[in-house]
């Protein structure tokens, strides 16, 4: 599985959620490519170095790693393998699958306002 | 000379009065629009004026069916034609420019429809029509061509009701509030009435029919007038009356439960 993400509407989708009041989840840019990165390498192993090259423009390596342990590993959404080597749980896929419903949404969400500004 | 002739004429009259000024009163709300949502308004004020333009040479029709004066009887069906002709053109910019957002693609696909209202209108003019057949109710004119009434068919009434049928759909699909929903269905449901029933009082052989259709016509008129200006009662009932609000201004008291007597005794 090799898709492309696309950090500036990964940004765009949690910038929208935050407007509505939900900063965690699907409203934390950090989550979202974290979450992202790891499921895109299903059943293989993601390097820490790897995450960082989405994340590095949102933020540090230190609240990175702490994220990774504090909610990742913490919830059983990734088991860390090797130093610097994390791998997806089932219970992480159940999260990047919702992750995708949530740029749906947002999709969909944005159309329809969209169609709604055109209407006279 | 049949009182039911005149009130088809009233009838007619009443859509022409309704649907200028229904255009008149969109066109008022201009400085309201922004850029984005101004095209969009700009056919349906033409829509509507089609519309209006349709019906008032159908009024004179009428009373000159009711005064047996069956020249001026063709020559007003013939001057009804053109602006019913190109009806569909700013529906379907109206909706392909709702959905699609592209000005330009809008203006192109509606081009189709000019050539589909100018090839209907050529071959109307160039076979003819036949008759007046006048009855008690109203006054009827048979296209003799079969190409023209297959143009206007599919070209006029199939693929612009298609294009409503799609937005009210993409609309209903989606979870919104209340009051967009009324705000952005009503408007397309009176809209596909009044062009539905247009093109069936335009085609049908059967007076009660074309007397009915202008009544729905009529009807989808003051439809789009509600889905615009809806009345405070009816907004009460479908729940979507805008309520009236202005900001607390004194924000720093803490919020109480008004149920707890120990809490209103301390915040009080």
């Keep these: 599985m090799s898709e492309d993400i696309d950090v500036k509407l990964e940004q765009k989708v949690a910038e929208f959620y935050q407007s509505l009041g939900i900063h965690q989840g699907p409203g934390d840019i950090q989550y979202r490519l974290i979450l992202k990165v790891l499921g895109k390498n299903e059943g293989r192993i993601t390097e820490f170095s790897e995450i960082r090259e989405y994340t590095d423009m949102f933020a540090d390596k230190g609240s990175i790693g702490s994220k990774m342990k504090t909610i990742f590993q913490l919830e059983g959404l990734a088991e860390k393998v090797k130093r610097g080597g994390y791998i997806i749980t089932d219970k992480g896929m159940t999260a990047f699958h919702f992750l995708k419903d949530t740029t749906a949404f947002y999709k969909k969400n944005k159309r329809m306002g969209e169609i709604i500004e055109r209407m006279p | ?268």
């Design chain 2, 1 to 268: 000379m049949s009182t039911g002739l005149l009130l088809n004429a009233t009838i007619c009259f009443a859509i022409t009065i309704s649907s200028f000024a229904f255009a008149w009163v969109l066109s008022q709300s201009d400085s309201q629009h922004n850029k984005k949502s101004r095209p969009a308004l700009w056919s349906l004020i033409t829509l509507w004026l089609l519309v209006g333009f349709t019906y008032l040479p159908t009024t004179i029709r009428m009373i000159a069916a009711y005064i047996g004066n069956q020249q001026l009887d063709l020559a007003m069906y013939y001057m009804a034609s053109l602006p019913f002709s190109f009806v569909s053109v700013p529906l379907v910019f109206f909706i392909l420019y709702v959905i699609v957002g592209d000005q330009k693609i809008s203006s192109y696909i509606s081009l189709l429809f000019v050539f589909f209202g100018a090839a209907y209108l050529i071959l109307l003019y160039s076979s003819g029509v036949i008759g007046p057949t006048t009855t008690p109710l109203t006054s009827m004119f048979t296209i003799n061509s079969d190409i023209a009434i297959n143009i206007y068919l599919i070209g006029l009434f199939v693929i612009p009701t298609a294009m409503i049928i799609g937005l009210l759909f993409l609309i209903f699909l989606q979870r919104m509030p209340k009051r967009l929903r009324y705000r952005t269905a009503l408007p397309l449901v009176a809209i596909s009435f009044v062009f539905d029933f247009i093109l069936t009082d335009m085609i049908t052989l059967d007076d009660t029919m074309q007397l009915a259709a202008r009544i729905f016509v009529l009807i989808g008129t003051v439809q789009a007038f509600l889905a615009y200006f809806p009345p405070m009662t009816l907004q009460e009932k479908l729940g979507i009356k805008e309520y009236e609000y202005t900001l607390y201004e004194n924000d720093e008291e803490a919020d109480y439960d008004e149920g707890n007597a120990e809490e209103n005794d301390i915040n009080v």
